[in-house]
């Protein structure tokens, strides 16, 4: 008992460590995850803001720039064209208006550095910048990310996807507008380009949790804005696995090998931003917080099992395993027998309550002996008076099913009989036939064969049985006895193959009792002397036991008979006619 309950609290120790460190663990991931998505979605909204009052401000200049009278003169045929250009011969030859609109150019970059670059196309093919082109090829406005861009929603401020210089080695996100006629007809477009590069100096600066950093990402999945240099103008880190651990109305958190990944759910022109934190740093700083967290919770817990294990052991492993003891020692018997305990409070009351019960008990199944004795004497006597068998007959079957059922416990000690049902499936073999009481005569005592109608006839007598010995017992409380000689009395010509009556059961649903009152009735009939045929010896009985094994009997009761056949025996020879 003792050694069972430190097993029990063994387990219960480690299956509460376990949870412990689970719990621990979770809440301590849990507040990780919140902390990331807390601090970088402040860190987002600043960013953001950043972000887009730098834009609002060029959105706002190039709106200004594209209602200048001057930038918006029609007077374009001699404006500088690129469309021919030849870098060996090309020269620039400003007309009077282009002049101006450079100056404006000009003077708007001075103003603003941030800003890369300041230029206009025409739908004629001539293009105008603030400063001149370092490589005057042939060029083509028309044919410009930025232009397609402004002609595909004419009159709207619109952000180009990022793309590469054709002069030089910048990448540039350029606003863009188109100039429209008085009719709202797009007739070119005016730009002002900033640089990526220049864009991620506003990130470089930024000290953020876990030493993370902040990308952000075009629709196309291009890093267009970011504090590592060799990131610029990449494919996103798509290709490594994430799995999502929390999401949000405002920060999406995935975790891969590498990094935690934040996502903000919310766009700027169709970009989105996305932090990332290193996997490793992130989680070497969870389980330094966490360490200390599940040391101090071992040493409460021990402290806590510690004492639950002393005040169990005390207050109710030491009682129980006395109580135990006592009623182990008080069942030992049939009839439980009264305990005695040392342990005091309700344990005290339980002993005074399950003694009261033992007398109960006692006292009712003497007079459920009584009753049951009555019953049993007095329909064994009607079956007596009906002189078709002896009170040697009886007492031969009600032998030979102890016998076997003795036997049968030897053989089956995982499926044994109690010694209870025992006693009362001998006290009840005397009652198997006492349906015979309602044949008559004429079929009962008949010293040739049966006719088949007489056979049928005959067959009731288990029926009759049942009826008179369910209508004897209304009213009597004793489950056991009940069960047993209702089964014994009806079932006890079943056959193990099925073909037996009245139900015809078979195998296993044939009540145990009623199989072995089957061989106890047979082999009595076969060995004793009856009104329709002589006795024949134990050797040919058994004979046509053995014969008869797995179609009309039990194969296993069989082999039972078999292994107690000298008690068999012995009883036929003790108690012949």
Same mark, same amino acid.
């Given at each position: 008992?003792?050694?069972?309950?430190?097993?029990?609290?063994?387990?219960?120790?480690?299956?509460?460590?376990?949870?412990?460190?689970?719990?621990?663990?979770?809440?301590?991931?849990s507040?990780?995850?919140?902390l990331?998505?807390?601090?970088?979605?402040?860190?987002?909204?600043?960013?953001?803001l950043?972000?887009?009052?730098?834009?609002?401000?060029?959105?706002?200049?190039?709106?200004t720039?594209?209602?200048?009278?001057?930038?918006?003169?029609?007077?374009?045929?001699?404006?500088?064209?690129?469309l021919?250009?030849d870098?060996?011969?090309?020269?620039?030859?400003?007309?009077?208006?282009?002049?101006?609109?450079?100056?404006?150019?000009?003077?708007?970059?001075?103003?603003?550095?941030?800003a890369n670059?300041?230029?206009?196309?025409?739908?004629?093919?001539?293009?105008?910048?603030a400063?001149?082109?370092t490589s005057?090829?042939?060029?083509?406005?028309r044919?410009?990310?930025?232009?397609?861009?402004a002609?595909?929603?004419?009159?709207?401020?619109?952000?180009?996807?990022a793309?590469?210089?054709v002069?030089?080695?910048?990448?540039?996100?350029?606003?863009?507008t188109?100039?429209?006629?008085q009719?709202?007809?797009?007739?070119?477009v005016?730009?002002?380009?900033?640089t990526?590069?220049?864009?991620?100096?506003?990130l470089?600066?930024?000290?953020?949790?876990?030493n993370g950093?902040?990308?952000?990402v075009?629709?196309?999945?291009?890093?267009?804005?970011?504090?590592?240099d060799?990131?610029?103008?990449?494919?996103?880190?798509?290709?490594i696995?994430?799995?999502?651990?929390?999401?949000?109305d405002?920060?999406?958190?995935?975790?891969s090998?590498?990094?935690?990944?934040?996502?903000?759910?919310? &766009?700027?022109? !169709?970009?989105?931003? @996305?932090?990332?934190?290193s996997t /490793?740093? #992130?989680?070497?700083? +969870?389980? %330094?917080?966490?360490?200390?967290?599940?040391?101090?919770?071992?040493?409460?817990l021990?402290?806590? &099992?510690?004492? !639950?294990?002393?005040? @169990?052991?005390?207050?109710v492993? /030491?009682? #129980?395993k006395?109580? +135990?003891? %006592?009623?182990?020692e008080?069942?030992?018997?049939?009839i439980?027998?009264?305990?005695?305990?040392?342990s005091?409070?309700?344990?005290?009351?339980?002993?005074?309550?399950?003694?009261?019960?033992v007398?109960?008990?006692?006292?009712?199944?003497?007079d459920?002996?009584?009753?049951?004795?009555?019953?049993i004497?007095?329909?064994?006597?009607?079956?007596?008076?009906?002189?078709?068998?002896?009170?040697?007959?009886?007492?031969?079957?009600?032998?030979?099913?102890?016998?076997?059922?003795?036997?049968y416990?030897?053989?089956n000690?995982?499926r044994?009989?109690?010694?209870?049902?025992?006693?009362?499936?001998t006290e009840?073999a005397?009652?198997h036939?006492?349906?015979?009481?309602?044949?008559?005569?004429?079929?009962?005592?008949?010293?040739?064969?049966l006719?088949a109608?007489?056979f049928?006839?005959m067959?009731?007598?288990?029926?009759?049985?049942?009826?008179?010995?369910e209508?004897i017992?209304?009213?009597?409380?004793?489950?056991?006895?009940?069960?047993?000689?209702?089964?014994?009395i009806?079932?006890?010509?079943e056959?193990?193959?099925?073909?037996?009556?009245?139900?015809?059961l078979?195998?296993?649903?044939?009540?145990?009792?009623?199989?072995?009152?089957?061989?106890?009735?047979?082999?009595?009939?076969?060995?004793?002397?009856r009104?329709?045929?002589?006795?024949i010896?134990?050797?040919?009985?058994?004979?046509?036991?053995?014969?008869?094994?797995?179609?009309?009997?039990?194969?296993?009761?069989?082999?039972?008979?078999l292994s107690?056949?000298?008690?068999i025996?012995?009883?036929?020879e003790?108690?012949?006619?």
């Amino acid at each position: 008992m003792i050694r069972r309950f430190r097993s029990i609290f063994l387990i219960a120790y480690v299956i509460s460590v376990l949870a412990l460190l689970t719990i621990t663990f979770t809440k301590a991931r849990s507040e990780t995850i919140s902390l990331l998505a807390d601090q970088y979605t402040e860190t987002f909204r600043s960013t953001e803001l950043i972000f887009t009052n730098h834009f609002q401000e060029i959105q706002n200049d190039l709106l200004t720039l594209s209602e200048n009278e001057i930038v918006r003169t029609r007077n374009d045929e001699n404006f500088t064209s690129f469309l021919f250009a030849d870098e060996d011969t090309f020269e620039y030859n400003y007309s009077a208006e282009e002049l101006q609109i450079i100056q404006i150019f000009r003077s708007y970059l001075d103003n603003h550095p941030n800003a890369n670059s300041v230029y206009m196309g025409r739908d004629n093919g001539s293009f105008i910048r603030a400063v001149p082109r370092t490589s005057p090829t042939r060029y083509d406005p028309r044919t410009r990310p930025w232009y397609m861009t402004a002609m595909a929603t004419p009159g709207t401020v619109q952000m180009t996807v990022a793309y590469p210089s054709v002069t030089n080695d910048d990448i540039n996100i350029a606003f863009v507008t188109t100039l429209d006629d008085q009719n709202k007809v797009p007739y070119g477009v005016i730009g002002i380009d900033v640089t990526l590069v220049t864009l991620s100096e506003v990130l470089k600066g930024q000290q953020l949790l876990f030493n993370g950093y902040i990308e952000v990402v075009d629709n196309n999945n291009m890093v267009i804005i970011t504090p590592i240099d060799e990131n610029l103008y990449t494919q996103n880190k798509i290709d490594i696995p994430y799995k999502q651990l929390s999401k949000t109305d405002t920060v999406t958190i995935d975790r891969s090998k590498e990094f935690y990944r934040i996502t903000y759910n919310k &766009e700027l022109w !169709n970009n989105t931003f @996305i932090a990332y934190a290193s996997t /490793k740093i #992130v989680e070497q700083s +969870l389980m %330094s917080n966490l360490l200390s967290s599940i040391i101090w919770s071992f040493i409460i817990l021990m402290i806590i &099992e510690i004492s !639950n294990f002393i005040l @169990i052991k005390r207050y109710v492993a /030491k009682p #129980v395993k006395e109580l +135990l003891e %006592s009623l182990k020692e008080s069942q030992k018997s049939d009839i439980p027998k009264k305990i005695s305990l040392t342990s005091k409070g309700e344990y005290k009351v339980f002993e005074k309550q399950y003694n009261e019960l033992v007398d109960s008990l006692q006292e009712n199944e003497k007079d459920l002996k009584r009753i049951r004795n009555i019953i049993i004497t007095s329909l064994s006597s009607l079956t007596s008076m009906r002189d078709f068998e002896t009170g040697l007959h009886l007492y031969r079957a009600s032998r030979y099913v102890n016998l076997l059922a003795e036997g049968y416990n030897e053989q089956n000690p995982d499926r044994e009989i109690s010694s209870q049902i025992i006693e009362i499936m001998t006290e009840s073999a005397p009652l198997h036939d006492i349906g015979k009481i309602a044949i008559s005569d004429q079929i009962l005592k008949k010293k040739r064969p049966l006719t088949a109608e007489e056979f049928e006839i005959m067959k009731n007598h288990t029926l009759y049985g049942k009826q008179m010995f369910e209508k004897i017992m209304t009213g009597i409380e004793n489950r056991d006895f009940v069960r047993t000689a209702h089964n014994m009395i009806y079932y006890h010509h079943e056959r193990w193959n099925g073909k037996g009556y009245p139900e015809n059961l078979n195998y296993d649903n044939i009540p145990l009792e009623a199989r072995i009152m089957s061989i106890a009735d047979a082999y009595d009939a076969m060995t004793s002397n009856r009104v329709y045929s002589p006795a024949i010896s134990h050797e040919e009985a058994k004979a046509e036991l053995i014969r008869c094994s797995g179609t009309q009997f039990d194969p296993h009761l069989i082999d039972v008979f078999l292994s107690i056949e000298p008690a068999i025996k012995a009883v036929a020879e003790a108690y012949k006619e």
